[in-house]
């Protein structure tokens, strides 16, 4: 929120090596979800361009879901992975319907289960993978086939809250513009991918150089997109220190608009 004006943008990315890129994205002018039509325009916008055959799997949480969207999705063959609210209704093999919960609650921690054959839940028949979760909520998510790695996938929807945290307080703080115009505020999102894809291009070129740190608890010190953007903001701050890096992180930007025939980098002592 700015003052009483909402900034709120649906956004469609491409999970690939372990981070959401932002390619389509809708700014909506309130609070709250978007809606169904909303979600049908944008992922259209994304058909109209790149066709079904591109899609491995649609993720979703728990608010994209709805009787029209999974017939949109069942209708253009479409798979996907999508988290359910607890309560939301599920039938059981004698046609009665219950909230998803019940079928899970007896299981131990941590543990999941698929329910036997595909249920009926807002007017489709959908696979039901569910687990209680450590802090006692449950993790339930339907699926359009049958597939015993419906939660481990579903755990890389995960990976666009890492693209927020990078896009505002962890990198760029977009949170911090003063713009009310949508499209300007458009605009800055679409320099803000772009930046982004940048910061992840140099991080993974500066990674073949100077290989991540690595902790104690074997996670690395920094991330791919920050381990990139802290090289670029010391590159364009200091640009007198080293002309060759400030020349090498911007032929990497060039790389990136341009998309090079292939992911092989010229090393540049560190």
Same mark, same amino acid.
């Given at each position: $929120?700015?003052?009483?004006?909402?900034?709120?943008?649906?956004?469609?990315?491409?999970?690939?090596?372990?981070?959401?890129?932002?390619?389509?994205?809708?700014?909506?002018?309130?609070?709250?979800?978007?809606?169904?039509?909303?979600?049908?325009?944008?992922?259209?916008?994304?058909?109209?361009?790149?066709?079904?055959?591109?899609?491995?799997?649609?993720?979703?949480?728990?608010?994209?879901?709805?009787?029209?969207?999974?017939?949109?999705?069942?209708?253009?063959?479409?798979?996907?992975?999508?988290?359910?609210?607890?309560? $939301?209704?599920?039938?059981?093999?004698?046609?009665?319907?219950?909230?998803?919960?019940?079928?899970?609650?007896?299981?131990?921690?941590?543990?999941?289960? &698929?329910?036997?054959?595909?249920?009926?839940?807002?007017?489709?028949?959908?696979? &039901?993978?569910? $687990?209680?979760?450590?802090?006692?909520?449950?993790?339930?998510?339907?699926?359009?086939?049958?597939?015993?790695?419906?939660?481990?996938?579903?755990?890389?929807?995960?990976?666009?809250?890492?693209?927020?945290?990078?896009?505002?307080?962890?990198?760029?703080?977009?949170?911090?513009?003063?713009?009310?115009?949508?499209?300007?505020?458009?605009?800055?999102?679409?320099?803000?991918?772009?930046?982004?894809?940048?910061?992840?291009?140099?991080?993974?070129?500066?990674? &073949?150089?100077?290989?991540?740190?690595?902790?104690?608890?074997?996670?690395?010190?920094?991330?791919?997109?920050?381990?990139?953007?802290?090289?670029?903001?010391?590159?364009?701050?200091?640009?007198?220190?080293?002309?060759?890096?400030?020349?090498?992180?911007?032929?990497?930007?060039?790389?990136?608009?341009?998309?090079?025939?292939?992911?092989?980098?010229?090393?540049?002592? $560190?």
């Amino acid at each position: $929120m700015l003052g009483c004006f909402p900034i709120n943008f649906l956004v469609l990315s491409v999970v690939h090596q372990g981070i959401a890129f932002p390619i389509l994205w809708t700014f909506l002018p309130k609070q709250g979800n978007s809606n169904t039509k909303e979600r049908i325009e944008l992922l259209n916008r994304f058909l109209a361009q790149f066709g079904t055959c591109t899609i491995d799997c649609l993720l979703a949480d728990r608010e994209f879901i709805g009787k029209e969207w999974f017939a949109y999705l069942k209708f253009h063959h479409i798979r996907f992975h999508i988290r359910i609210k607890r309560d $939301m209704n599920i039938s059981r093999t004698h046609g009665r319907l219950s909230p998803a919960l019940n079928f899970f609650r007896s299981l131990p921690l941590s543990t999941y289960c &698929t329910l036997h054959g595909p249920r009926l839940i807002s007017g489709q028949l959908l696979w &039901t993978t569910g $687990m209680r979760l450590p802090d006692g909520e449950y993790l339930i998510v339907v699926s359009d086939t049958q597939s015993e790695q419906a939660l481990e996938e579903y755990k890389r929807r995960w990976k666009i809250e890492v693209l927020f945290e990078a896009l505002k307080s962890r990198g760029f703080n977009f949170e911090d513009t003063h713009l009310k115009d949508e499209k300007r505020l458009n605009t800055l999102f679409a320099v803000l991918a772009i930046a982004f894809c940048w910061a992840y291009h140099v991080g993974a070129w500066r990674h &073949t150089v100077k290989p991540v740190r690595i902790k104690k608890h074997q996670r690395p010190a920094k991330s791919i997109f920050r381990y990139g953007f802290d090289l670029i903001r010391h590159a364009l701050f200091n640009p007198e220190d080293k002309p060759e890096l400030l020349a090498r992180v911007l032929n990497l930007l060039w790389q990136a608009l341009t998309g090079p025939k292939n992911h092989i980098y010229q090393l540049y002592p $560190m």
